[in-house]
């Protein structure tokens, strides 16, 4: 595969969507968790994935939001997150993407800010995905879903002490830039991503496009990181007709538009998620194929 820090700030390119949706519609049984499946229906994984393959995307998710210890603990399965990215990454590679990217969700551990052992301890846990990572072959580290910078933070640095691998950070944001825990903005976030060695900054948001084109705006603007921009389907329903602001991202056509506004506004990025299907990264990936990142300094 190659280098995807080469392609930074050059040409568009899209993410694959969670496969939670192909595998609900299959009558998979997630009860257990999205890691675990990689081991019991590894060609169920690469399936779905070569779905959005097929549909055009470049960059391949794994399946692994969940790999922290503290997130395998729940399921006893802290001794085995080795034997489960192995397996995640053998799915994603047999779908044959030109990139792969590790997915690691927040670990979930409570945490004390004011608390050197509470700090050390979170970080510890990205640490172990950043060492496991480090002899695997894969393009970058997902950090996705998070809602508190403190928690991003020890994130980024617990990569970022055994491991330079690019990384991607993303954290979940309303239509105003409020962080999910109600007490940040989204510039605390960037912030931490421009501080603390992300490669790529990234939002996901439920909003309509009007609101999600300025939080891409504030990204390019906070710094010179490539903006990765995610947009929330709450349902996929092509009979509802037209956007809403419960649900604008109500059918994949709408993705053609929103690709268009976002890589105006400088995203180069895009990931279509929630409860979006192969055909939502499709609407991506045919409204971006070819097309170079328009620059925030206009170069």
Do not use: W
Request: hydrophobic share 45%; charged share 20%; with cysteine.
């Amino acid at each position: 595969m190659p280098d995807i820090a080469l392609r930074f700030h050059k040409d568009m390119l899209v993410l694959s969507p969670p496969i939670e949706p192909v595998l609900r519609r299959q009558g998979f049984d997630l009860e257990q968790g999205l890691e675990f499946a990689s081991l019991v229906e590894p060609e169920t994984i690469r399936d779905a994935l070569r779905l959005s393959v097929l549909a055009g995307v470049q960059c391949v998710v794994t399946n692994t939001s969940g790999m922290t210890k503290a997130r395998l603990a729940h399921q006893g399965m802290e001794d085995r997150s080795a034997e489960l990215l192995d397996a995640a990454l053998a799915a994603a590679r047999q779908a044959s993407p030109q990139h792969v990217l590790v997915e690691v969700g927040p670990c979930g551990l409570p945490l004390d800010a004011s608390s050197k052992h509470s700090l050390n301890e979170h970080r510890g846990q990205y640490a172990h995905i950043a060492r496991l990572c480090a002899d695997r072959e894969l393009d970058a580290i997902f950090l996705n879903g998070f809602g508190n910078p403190i928690d991003l933070k020890c994130a980024l640095m617990g990569i970022r002490q055994a491991s330079d691998v690019p990384v991607f950070a993303s954290v979940d944001v309303d239509a105003d830039g409020r962080l999910a825990d109600g007490r940040h903005s989204f510039e605390d976030a960037l912030d931490v991503m421009l501080d603390c060695g992300a490669s790529v900054a990234g939002f996901a948001t439920p909003a309509p496009l009007e609101q999600a084109a300025l939080l891409a705006r504030r990204a390019c603007q906070a710094g010179e990181l490539p903006v990765l921009a995610q947009l929330i389907v709450a349902k996929d329903d092509p009979r509802q007709g037209r956007p809403v602001p419960a649900n604008p991202y109500y059918c994949p056509d709408v993705l053609v538009d929103a690709s268009v506004r976002l890589r105006a506004e400088g995203v180069q990025f895009l990931r279509a998620s929630g409860a979006a299907t192969p055909a939502y990264a499709g609407a991506l990936a045919i409204a971006s194929e070819g097309l170079d990142v328009i620059r925030c300094d206009g170069e």
